[in-house]
């Protein structure tokens, strides 16, 4: 304080130099309390290997606090350990969180996702619940996909959002305690990913007009299931979605995944924005961005979920998805392949429900050559449930293994569908069997 007198004094006093000077030394001694204040805390030195191979990761993120960093080419980093601990992830690797300090290895077991989708309502209902963490458990799958967000725009947890609770989507709780849910998907070695619907969202847009897609008319726009969405243009609608998701990271899931990551597939909408594809995707890259920047902290990894056409289409399909622009703000890209999704077919495949592996295989093969991401990046959504689009056949043993099958061909993890969660826990206990799903040495060491 005496330092900061003698300057306003000079100034006063019209001796400028000597005012100068005094901000000069000023600014130095700030200068070096603010950097011996920064590196007050311990830096920890590490690297980041394969807990199978021993090999080293590249390009894992390292977390503490708010401070990130990543792993370099031979999985070493350097970090100043901001928080209680340091957490480490990469694609393809379960994470893990630490409470160190100095030299530190960090041994990530490698994880390709086998999972099931549980509803909104689905994990509200003991039978429909128990039922597929039965089958989990059954058919060695290791991941289980659950809504914290669905469809419907209900958020089905405990929320601390006003603009949630204003808006009438907290009102069915189907998961009361995510915490202990998610403690118990973990002792039973699953990896727990938190499903959040983003811009369809119905009660959202009906409370918040202003924030909704609107037709040409300027009436609240309404798709074909009668649900209303809101502007992915609008910052305020990013800011609400985010928040759900750091309050899903902060109740243990080791990944968010957000769908309905698009614009409504639709022409002739109003938005606050003008709706070209040179501002669409950078409307969804740049809500993905925000949302690694506000979730990396807790040290989840982010998935987005597209179209399946979009592996095959140039351009955005008009909803904003292009691959090569949202994969390197995600960890995983989802493709959506389900066989009776592909209407219109695929080169040399009218018909996709005669070859469902090959609309699988085809689709990933053509995703990867137009990116170059590693197989692992795409994680496809496979069907579980029956045709509505061709002859209305049952999706049996033969459809579904074909597709895993692909994906597993592919080098790519996967994950089941069936809105009513109800699979068929033979039939998935012959497939592992068949493709050799019994624990691996990762398994393993994952459950220790």
């Not at 603010?34 to 807990?51: K, R």
């Not at 070493?76 to 992830?89: A, P, Y």
């Not at 924030?211 to 809101?230: I, M, N, P, S, Y």
């Not at 043993?397 to 597709?403: C, G, M």
Request: proline share 6%; charged share 20%.
């Amino acid at each position: 304080m005496a330092v900061l007198t003698a300057v306003v004094v000079a100034a006063d006093a019209g001796r400028m130099p000597m005012a100068r000077s005094c901000c000069s030394i000023l600014f130095q001694i700030v200068l070096c309390i603010g950097v011996a204040h920064a590196d007050s805390s311990p830096q920890v030195v590490g690297s980041v290997i394969d807990a199978i191979t021993q090999k080293p990761i590249a390009d894992a993120w390292v977390v503490s606090g708010e401070d990130i960093t990543r792993s370099n080419r031979d999985g070493r980093f350097s970090i100043q350990k901001k928080g209680s601990s340091v957490g480490v992830r990469a694609v393809g690797y379960r994470r893990l969180q630490l409470p160190s300090d100095g030299e530190t290895r960090f041994a990530l077991v490698p994880i390709t996702v086998r999972g099931l989708y549980l509803s909104f309502w689905g994990v509200g209902s003991p039978v429909l619940r128990n039922g597929v963490l039965d089958t989990a458990g059954k058919a060695h799958m290791n991941a289980i996909i659950v809504d914290v967000k669905g469809d419907n725009g209900f958020v089905g947890h405990p929320t601390k959002s006003k603009l949630a609770i204003d808006a009438g989507a907290n009102h069915v709780i189907t998961m009361p305690n995510p915490s202990a849910f998610v403690a118990d998907l973990h002792k039973r070695n699953l990896y727990a990913i938190a499903r959040i619907v983003v811009f369809k969202d119905n009660p959202l847009a009906h409370f918040r007009p202003d924030l909704a897609v609107k037709t040409a008319q300027g009436q609240l726009f309404v798709d074909r299931e009668h649900f209303a969405w809101t502007d992915p243009f609008n910052h305020a609608v990013w800011d609400y979605n985010i928040g759900l998701a750091v309050e899903a990271a902060k109740e243990g899931f080791d990944e968010i995944q957000f769908d309905y990551v698009r614009f409504p597939d639709q022409k002739g909408l109003q938005f606050s924005e003008p709706s070209t594809e040179a501002d669409r995707g950078p409307a969804i890259v740049g809500f993905l961005a925000e949302s690694r920047k506000r979730l990396n902290p807790y040290n989840v990894s982010i998935s987005a979920d597209n179209f399946g056409y979009v592996c095959w289409n140039l351009g955005d399909t008009g909803i904003g998805q292009s691959f090569k622009e949202i994969g390197p703000a995600v960890d995983y890209i989802s493709p959506m392949l389900y066989p009776s999704s592909f209407q219109a077919g695929i080169p040399g495949l009218p018909n996709p429900l005669s070859d469902p592996y090959r609309i699988v295989f085809a689709s990933l093969a053509r995703a990867k050559r137009r990116t170059a991401f590693a197989p692992i990046t795409f994680r496809p959504w496979l069907q579980a449930f029956n045709d509505y689009a061709f002859d209305h056949r049952k999706f049996g043993k033969v459809q579904i293994e074909a597709q895993i099958k692909a994906a597993q061909d592919s080098g790519s993890g996967w994950m089941l569908w069936d809105s009513r969660n109800r699979y068929p826990t033979d039939v998935l206990v012959d497939i592992a069997r068949e493709l050799g799903w019994r624990k691996s040495p990762s398994d393993e060491l994952s459950s220790q």
